[in-house]
């Protein structure tokens, strides 16, 4: 099977990241695809590359304006600050032997090059600790999904237009709504371990927190909104976690019982925290970091999440 290919790339200008990228999928060992890259506004032009100006429009919008542009049987997305594996396209054409399979994709790993910090994100991202989410942070089964992330999505291209293409309004959490579209048709959606690209990480603590602050949001909303694949007990547990944790205070100044067993209680959960980094880091000098990474991202996706249970919609 050596369908046509667009490699479609949203990003807001042609940046180091979005050269990178496009450096990489020029060097991909498969040779049937297109390359269209999708900056706000610029006038660069690169050899070998459909570079089409969009305006200052949502990530979903870009993308549509990607699909619009491209001539492949299937498009294939990945984000401006990530970069595909050299068998990222060879590998992911083997699922779709299967006419049901109308979506591919896989990790996205954290780059050896990342910085101290990015490559703490990464950890926090990959451990068990955080769910189900953690294998598109790292390699392990192939996998039959219901929620493929954006920066490492194939998928045919009659099928996109059949469900409308991306939602052009959210972001976050668009790649959740495609999916969710697309499963609702009946169709399948594969994560397999060798379908990889390379995502730089937002570093911790501040650009982490704020990217997760982004991701319980969408997720709480579209778990109220649209179910689905968002209604999930995991996506649940932070929220219980903080609610637990707010209201066993507040008991614990009435019964000092209630306070042992909150102290237990935290302590377990430290040590769970401890467990899943040690079991993800081999530098020691992660460890704390990491580890510190893993409950402040609980905290704050799970607030997050609670906080768009309260609200009518989002703004982006």
Same mark, same amino acid.
């Given at each position: ?9 949203? #990003?807001?200008?042609?940046?180091? %990241? ?6 990489? #999928? ?31 429009? &949502? ?5 549509? =304006? ?8 299937? #498009? ?19 699922? !779709? ?12 790993? &954290?780059?050896? /090059?990342?910085? %101290? ?16 989410? @953690? ?5 392990? /089964? ?8 954006? #920066? ?38 594969? *994560?397999?371990? +060798? ?9 911790? !603590?501040?650009?982490?927190?704020? /990217?997760? @602050? ?7 909303? !579209?778990?109220?909104?649209? /179910?689905?694949?968002? %209604? ?6 932070? @929220? ?6 707010? &209201? ?5 100044? =009435?019964?000092? %019982? ?13 040590? !769970? ?6 079991? *993800? ?5 992660? =460890? ?19 906080? @768009?249970?309260?609200?009518? +919609?989002?703004?982006?």
């Amino acid at each position: 099977m050596n369908p046509s290919i667009s490699i479609i790339i949203a #990003c807001k200008e042609v940046d180091n %990241f979005a050269l990178e990228c496009v450096n990489h #999928c020029k060097k991909l060992n498969y040779s049937n695809h297109e390359i269209i890259l999708l900056p706000d506004y610029t006038s660069e032009e690169i050899n070998g590359v459909k570079i089409v100006s969009t305006g200052t429009v &949502t990530p979903g919008k870009k993308r549509n =304006i990607g699909i619009a542009n491209a001539e492949g049987e299937l #498009c294939a997305f990945i984000d401006s600050d990530a970069y595909p594996s050299k068998d990222w396209l060879r590998n992911a054409m083997k699922y !779709f032997d299967d006419p049901a399979v109308v979506g591919v994709g896989g990790p996205g790993l &954290t780059p050896t /090059q990342d910085s %101290f910090l990015q490559r703490a994100s990464g950890y926090v991202l990959s451990s068990f600790m955080v769910g189900n989410v @953690s294998s598109r942070y790292k390699t392990g /089964q192939i996998h039959e999904s219901d929620d493929i992330h954006s #920066c490492n999505f194939i998928a045919r291209k009659t099928v996109l237009k059949e469900v409308a293409g991306w939602n052009e309004k959210y972001w976050s959490g668009e790649d959740t709504l495609i999916c969710l579209a697309m499963k609702k048709l009946g169709k399948r959606l594969i *994560e397999a371990s +060798d379908v990889v690209v390379y995502h730089h990480r937002k570093p911790l !603590f501040k650009e982490h927190l704020r /990217q997760i @602050s982004r991701f319980g949001l969408h997720r709480g909303f !579209f778990a109220k909104r649209f /179910q689905g694949n968002s %209604f999930k007990l995991t996506y649940f547990i932070p @929220s219980l976690l903080v609610v637990s944790l707010f &209201t066993g205070v507040l008991s614990s100044l =009435i019964n000092p %019982f209630i306070l042992n067993a909150l102290l237990l209680a935290v302590s377990l959960y430290f040590i !769970f925290g401890l467990i899943a980094t040690l079991l *993800e880091v081999r530098d020691v000098r992660l =460890i704390l970091p990491v580890w510190l990474g893993i409950i402040a991202t609980h905290v704050v996706y799970g607030v997050s999440f609670l906080v @768009s249970l309260m609200k009518r +919609d989002l703004e982006r």
